[in-house]
């Protein structure tokens, strides 16, 4: 990440780190103080989670210097360390809830002595239990998150405006890949293999592609350059794309591989219907901008239009504008249980189909993953969007 951009995001690492530390203190005192560990094995606890918690940031300032290989083992290490701690900080919080009302109340209302000993026991079968499920979620997690857990989601629609002697027509999308410190070469060609393998008509990547430079990350996204569709390979700015301080840089690059990047405009498609693509709602600096009016201004209003943007809350963008199919990705669906429960909070628009009118909205859960290696519940997708004209009704 380039240094003004440190600077610039520096302020809000606070929170976070805050928050990252008020849970490894959690764990410490769930796991070492109440079960009663003794010196120096208590102090040594302390310290080395003193030490992960502050690896944390220095992994993610590494996972995005040079050379990149400094940062790579070290990312998995903990990056994969986070995925166990929140798990653990959850599985610790029910386990306290229960303690509280099977245990504690209980004896506050019959005033009856607690036993150290047994809270000590208590503290140990909870911790353990805890942690040994803590570790299960986090192996099955990392391996629903890898390219083999891939599930292909098929999602027929019909469109009133849609013309019927293209019908069915497969828009193939991918999502959120975040090519970067933990997903390289090897994920983006097995995307590429199984989404040509689909044979789709054209192929619809909708933001936050990679999370680094492009001198750092070229030679992982090269493989897009096999991606085959008649009718074309289609990008559009993510959020992360902006992160990387080297936006102008994947646009050329992106170019060079063929696909297609769509900035505030769209293309005619067989002369049958419209695809527009818009920055993202993040997106600043001199010649980016998100421009929906700007991507379909002067459009047959006759014609179906399909708009590929990040974000899902420029929805009520696209029913303004008369849009009939929004695709979008960034919420990742949550990524994993129970997460995904809290961004639906802020997320009106979550995972899945929605329609508002005669504008509908597809937001995949995502091809990729950022921040922990892992996906619970929530798998990760290559979305199949096959078109066709909506029959008459009556």
Same mark, same amino acid.
């Given at each position: 990440m380039h240094p003004h951009l440190w600077s610039r995001y520096l302020p809000f690492l606070a929170v976070p780190c805050t928050v990252l530390f008020l849970l490894h203190y959690y764990a410490w005192a769930r796991l070492v103080r109440d079960t009663g560990v003794r010196q120096p094995w208590k102090t040594l606890a302390a310290v080395g989670l003193f030490v992960m918690w502050g690896m944390i940031p220095v992994t993610m300032f590494l996972s995005r210097s040079e050379p990149r290989a400094l940062g790579g083992p070290m990312v998995w290490l903990f990056f994969g360390w986070l995925g166990l701690l929140l798990f653990l900080t959850i599985l610790l919080?029910?386990?306290?809830?229960?303690?509280?009302?099977?245990?504690?109340?209980?004896?506050?209302?019959?005033?009856?002595?607690?036993?150290?000993?047994?809270?000590?026991?208590?503290?140990?079968?909870?911790?353990?239990?805890a942690f040994l499920g803590a570790s299960g979620l986090t192996l099955v997690g990392m391996w629903q998150a890898s390219a083999s857990a891939i599930r292909l989601k098929r999602v027929p629609l019909a469109l009133k405006k849609f013309p019927k002697s293209l019908g069915p027509y497969r828009i193939v999308q991918i999502t959120d890949l975040h090519v970067g410190p933990t997903l390289g070469r090897n994920f983006v060609e097995e995307v590429?293999? +199984? $989404?040509?393998?689909? @044979?789709?008509?054209?192929? &619809?990547?909708?933001? /936050? =592609?990679?999370?680094?430079?492009?001198?750092?990350?070229?030679?992982?996204?090269?493989?897009?350059?096999?991606?085959?569709?008649?009718?074309?390979?289609?990008?559009?700015?993510?959020?992360?794309?902006?992160?990387?301080?080297?936006?102008?840089?994947?646009?050329?690059?992106?170019?060079?591989?063929?696909?297609?990047?769509?900035?505030?405009? +769209? $293309?005619?498609?067989? @002369?049958?219907?419209?695809? &527009?693509?818009?920055? /993202? =709602?993040?997106?600043?600096g001199p010649g980016h901008g998100y421009l929906p009016d700007q991507a379909l201004a002067g459009r047959n209003p006759k014609r179906a239009v399909v708009l590929m943007s990040h974000q899902p809350r420029g929805f009520s963008d696209a029913i303004r504008l008369g849009v009939d199919l929004q695709l979008s990705g960034h919420t990742h669906g949550g990524q994993f249980i129970p997460f995904k429960y809290l961004v639906g909070l802020y997320q009106p628009y979550l995972a899945g189909l929605y329609q508002e009118g005669n504008s509908r909205l597809y937001v995949s859960c995502g091809t990729g993953y950022w921040g922990p290696p892992i996906r619970l519940g929530v798998p990760a997708e290559i979305t199949q969007i096959e078109l066709s004209q909506e029959a008459p009704k009556g």
């Open positions: 919080a029910f386990g306290d809830i229960g303690k509280l009302f099977f245990v504690i109340l209980p004896r506050i209302i019959t005033r009856k002595p607690y036993d150290p000993q047994k809270r000590r026991f208590l503290a140990a079968g909870i911790g353990g239990l590429v293999s +199984r $989404v040509n393998a689909l @044979k789709p008509d054209l192929i &619809a990547i909708t933001g /936050d =592609l990679v999370d680094g430079t492009v001198d750092q990350l070229k030679d992982s996204v090269e493989p897009l350059r096999n991606l085959r569709a008649p009718d074309g390979v289609f990008f559009v700015t993510g959020n992360h794309e902006y992160y990387t301080g080297d936006v102008e840089g994947w646009l050329a690059y992106l170019s060079g591989l063929g696909v297609r990047v769509l900035r505030n405009e +769209r $293309v005619t498609i067989r @002369k049958s219907f419209d695809l &527009a693509g818009v920055d /993202d =709602l993040s997106a600043r």
